[in-house]
């Protein structure tokens, strides 16, 4: 019997005889029957990176809050609630998802600049941690409500402390010229404004400074400057049990490089800044923990050789993974099947078959050379990956699946064309 290679990217994302395989399915076996493009994530590594966080935070007083946003399949969701984790909502839909995976009320904190009064009712009637509330007619508004419901609404008022992330733009929440929070220097106004209406309790402070931060620093600037709010707030006698101090935590979008920022310095410098306070930190970590648990797998539909430049054209758009698109993220590609013959590469940019310029994954990758109908894995898209796709240009919303050990599973269906379009309907003066 011949020795089975294997070469391992990680302990779920494993080359075993030079094919690709999630944990012990082989992506090929499910691309046979399952049409390309399509999101596989692995459950160990969901568990793995919940399970790490939790860990390196264990001598601190925390609870932990998925950001759904980040990745809302109820099947995922479900993996980490039978782990203990609460979630972060921002939406009354993404809120019902959590419910239906089992997390309860009280695990759940609601987060957003716009929730409305359906998403508000919705949340006190089924039970909520706290709201992280962003603005003053937020406050009123979730007043009016509870108190026409005979309840009290715990919430948490989110600051902006003014911190640049150094991350892309676009996910940069921090700073003054963001929408998100309230300014420090009139937060303290608020918070006496809340304390003084009925149907109110004060539980907390909240910020959220910006996602796929790769370094302590702007963190812990934060941290610091919230710490010493805390105090003040104290001495102005509201009671502050809670600090949740968001996500944001970045990963590594190479399978060559490890997590920029390591969890157990992230908690030492978390338990140096806020152990004195005596108070329970919040995080609500989307992307650590769903970000290199998912891949995505497309197949190519055509090499497209030129004279200046050679592309890839493969089977998955901006519509299906948005990322490139919009934060100029580069995803890594890995072979499905590893060619054993590596010695006739290209260069070539890998794009998709949407008809936007900016449909390009990666510009100018060395490859080995491929035809028609050769799958491709593209590495860290279990955040922000499915949760944003669209069915622009008609292309039905692409299906997801999970593994766990031997076993597979579809957990969203892709929708036949045909559903999509029944969906539109051509009103009765134009018929
Ligand atoms: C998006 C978001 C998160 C999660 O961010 P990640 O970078 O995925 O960890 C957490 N909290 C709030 C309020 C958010 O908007």
Same mark, same amino acid.
């Given at each position: 019997?011949? !020795?089975?290679?294997?070469?391992?990217?990680?302990? +779920?994302?494993?080359?075993?005889?030079?094919?690709?395989?999630?944990?012990? %399915?082989?992506?090929? #076996?499910?691309?046979?029957?399952?049409?390309?493009? +399509?999101?596989?994530?692995?459950?160990?590594?969901? *568990?793995?990176?919940?399970?790490?966080?939790?860990?390196?935070?264990? #001598?601190?007083?925390?609870?932990?809050?998925?950001?759904?946003?980040?990745?809302?399949?109820?099947?995922?969701? *479900? $993996?980490?609630?039978? &782990?203990?984790?609460?979630?972060? $909502?921002?939406?009354?839909?993404?809120? &019902?998802?959590? /419910?239906?995976?089992?997390?309860?009320?009280?695990? %759940?904190?609601?987060?957003?600049?716009?929730?409305?009064?359906?998403?508000?009712? =919705?949340? &006190?009637?089924?039970?909520?941690? /706290?709201?992280?509330?962003?603005?003053?007619?937020?406050?009123?508004?979730? #007043?009016?409500?509870?108190?026409? =419901?005979?309840?009290?609404?715990?919430?948490?008022?989110?600051?902006?402390?003014?911190?640049?992330?150094?991350?892309?733009?676009?996910?940069?929440?921090?700073?003054?010229?963001?929408?998100?929070?309230?300014?420090?220097?009139?937060?303290?106004?608020?918070?006496?404004?809340?304390? !003084?209406? #009925?149907?109110?309790?004060?539980?907390?402070?909240?910020?959220?400074?910006?996602? /796929?931060?790769?370094?302590?620093?702007?963190?812990?600037?934060?941290?610091?400057?919230?710490?010493?709010?805390?105090?003040?707030?104290? !001495?102005?006698?509201?009671?502050?049990?809670?600090?949740?101090?968001?996500?944001?935590?970045?990963?590594?979008?190479?399978?060559?490089?490890?997590?920029?920022?390591?969890?157990?310095?992230?908690?030492?410098?978390?338990?140096?800044?806020?152990?004195? &306070?005596?108070?329970?930190? /919040?995080?609500?970590?989307?992307?650590?923990?769903?970000?290199?648990?998912?891949?995505?797998?497309?197949?190519?539909?055509?090499?497209?050789?030129?004279?200046?430049?050679?592309?890839?054209?493969?089977?998955?758009?901006?519509?299906? =993974?948005?990322?490139?698109?919009?934060?100029?993220?580069?995803?890594?590609?890995?072979?499905?099947?590893?060619?054993?013959?590596?010695?006739?590469?290209?260069?070539?940019?890998? %794009?998709?078959?949407?008809?936007?310029?900016?449909?390009?994954?990666?510009?100018?990758?060395?490859?080995?050379?491929?035809?028609?109908?050769?799958?491709?894995?593209?590495?860290?898209?279990?955040?922000?990956?499915?949760?944003?796709?669209?069915?622009?240009?008609?292309?039905?919303?692409?299906? !997801?699946?999970? $593994?766990?050990?031997?076993?597979?599973?579809?957990?969203?269906? *892709?929708?036949?064309?045909?559903?999509?379009?029944?969906?539109?309907?051509?009103?009765?003066?134009?018929?």
């Amino acid at each position: 019997m011949s !020795e089975k290679r294997t070469k391992k990217i990680n302990d +779920f994302f494993i080359y075993k005889n030079n094919n690709l395989y999630v944990e012990d %399915v082989s992506v090929i #076996n499910i691309a046979n029957n399952i049409k390309t493009p +399509f999101y596989v994530y692995s459950t160990a590594s969901l *568990r793995r990176r919940y399970i790490d966080l939790a860990t390196s935070l264990n #001598n601190i007083k925390h609870s932990l809050y998925f950001s759904v946003k980040s990745n809302s399949n109820l099947a995922v969701l *479900r $993996v980490l609630s039978l &782990l203990g984790s609460g979630m972060d $909502v921002v939406s009354g839909g993404e809120y &019902l998802r959590a /419910q239906k995976a089992g997390v309860p009320g009280y695990k %759940v904190v609601f987060s957003g600049v716009g929730k409305t009064y359906d998403e508000i009712k =919705l949340a &006190l009637n089924g039970g909520i941690r /706290q709201f992280n509330v962003e603005s003053i007619p937020e406050i009123i508004m979730i #007043n009016k409500i509870a108190s026409s =419901l005979g309840k009290k609404a715990p919430i948490s008022i989110r600051v902006n402390p003014d911190v640049d992330a150094q991350t892309h733009e676009k996910i940069m929440t921090g700073t003054s010229e963001n929408k998100f929070g309230i300014p420090l220097n009139s937060a303290l106004e608020v918070y006496k404004m809340a304390s !003084e209406l #009925n149907s109110i309790e004060i539980v907390g402070i909240d910020l959220h400074i910006g996602s /796929q931060i790769t370094d302590l620093l702007p963190f812990e600037t934060a941290f610091i400057k919230i710490a010493s709010f805390i105090e003040k707030l104290r !001495e102005e006698g509201h009671s502050i049990d809670r600090v949740d101090i968001g996500g944001g935590l970045g990963i590594s979008y190479s399978t060559k490089e490890e997590d920029p920022i390591s969890v157990d310095k992230f908690a030492i410098m978390l338990s140096k800044i806020f152990s004195k &306070l005596n108070i329970e930190i /919040q995080l609500e970590p989307g992307r650590f923990i769903s970000g290199n648990s998912g891949l995505l797998i497309t197949s190519v539909v055509y090499l497209k050789e030129g004279t200046n430049k050679n592309f890839l054209i493969i089977d998955a758009g901006m519509n299906d =993974l948005l990322r490139p698109a919009i934060y100029d993220a580069e995803h890594e590609f890995l072979p499905v099947s590893e060619t054993k013959n590596n010695d006739n590469k290209i260069v070539a940019d890998i %794009v998709g078959p949407i008809c936007e310029s900016s449909d390009v994954f990666s510009k100018n990758i060395i490859l080995p050379k491929m035809t028609s109908g050769d799958f491709l894995a593209i590495y860290s898209a279990g955040a922000y990956g499915a949760v944003m796709s669209s069915e622009y240009n008609s292309r039905p919303l692409i299906p !997801e699946l999970i $593994v766990d050990e031997n076993l597979v599973s579809v957990i969203r269906s *892709r929708p036949k064309i045909e559903e999509v379009i029944k969906r539109d309907q051509i009103p009765y003066w134009l018929r």
